[in-house]
């Protein structure tokens, strides 16, 4: 069964606009760890946010934020006033102690910014 | 410094040619992870070496060989690779072994082509 799913398989902006990224997740671990990771053309993975399961506050961080419900089980990434270097495929993933903690990572979300 | 560095970049190998993938972290990381990732899907794990132990293998085929020689230093070995196997190979690094508090934190990848 997929832990973690993201249903936006490409979305694709003009700069400057907003994109929202979905993230939605399964488990029944109670402690369990939610992550996104940017990955551009160069193929890094590059971390972006984790989050634990007992704090719901949202996160900013510049031009990134990141929505947690435990409600919905989701953790929604949004990009304010895109720019073509956020061009990248953008994975949610799930860390939990049923599995012995390794990522599960969803389908991945490719955005693409246009000028 | 979040950094873990791979090489080479790009290996392109026949099947019956032994190679290896080498990744370096000098983070003071106790874990670190190989993983293989197809194009247009998200990265499956390979294995985990903690403390220097293996400590996970997800059933991956004996004509891959991991080795790690100290605690900074990960190697994959390759030999009699198939075409199905050319891929981007990741490397991963994390504080600790692997538990819901720890980041895995990416190497660039190695793109392996078999021929």
């Known amino acids: 069964a997929q832990k973690v799913t993201q249903a936006q398989t490409e979305i694709s902006v003009v700069e400057k606009e907003d994109v929202t990224l979905d993230c939605v997740y399964e488990t029944r671990d109670t402690t369990y760890y939610l992550f996104w990771y940017k990955q551009p053309p160069s193929g890094e993975l590059v971390f972006l946010i984790r989050?634990?399961?007992?704090?719901?506050q949202n996160e900013i961080s510049g031009r990134y934020s990141w929505n947690f419900q435990k409600s919905t089980s989701s953790f929604n990434f949004t990009i304010t006033a895109s720019q073509v270097v956020d061009s990248a495929v953008y994975f949610c993933?799930?860390?939990?102690?049923?599995?012995?903690?390794?990522?599960?990572f969803g389908a991945g979300t490719t955005v693409t910014v246009r000028a | 410094d979040t950094e873990v560095t791979q090489t080479p970049k790009h290996l392109v190998m026949g099947m019956t040619n032994k190679k290896s993938l080498k990744c370096e972290q000098h983070?003071?990381?106790?874990?670190m992870y190989w993983y293989k990732q197809k194009a247009k899907k998200p990265p499956e794990l390979m294995f985990v070496?903690?403390?220097?132990?293996?400590?996970i293998n997800e059933s991956v085929p004996s004509r891959f060989s991991p080795e790690c020689p100290n605690s900074s230093l990960l190697n994959l070995h390759l030999h009699a690779l198939q075409p199905e196997d050319s891929a981007l190979y990741l490397c991963?690094?994390?504080?600790?072994?692997?538990?819901?508090?720890?980041?895995?934190?990416f190497g660039p990848g190695t793109r392996l082509t078999v021929l």
């Open positions: 991963a690094s994390s504080q600790d072994k692997p538990s819901s508090t720890d980041t895995q934190y």
């Open positions: 989050r634990n399961s007992f704090d719901e």
């Open positions: 070496y903690s403390y220097e132990k293996l400590s």
């Open positions: 993933a799930l860390s939990e102690a049923q599995l012995d903690y390794k990522l599960s």
């Open positions: 983070m003071g990381h106790r874990a």
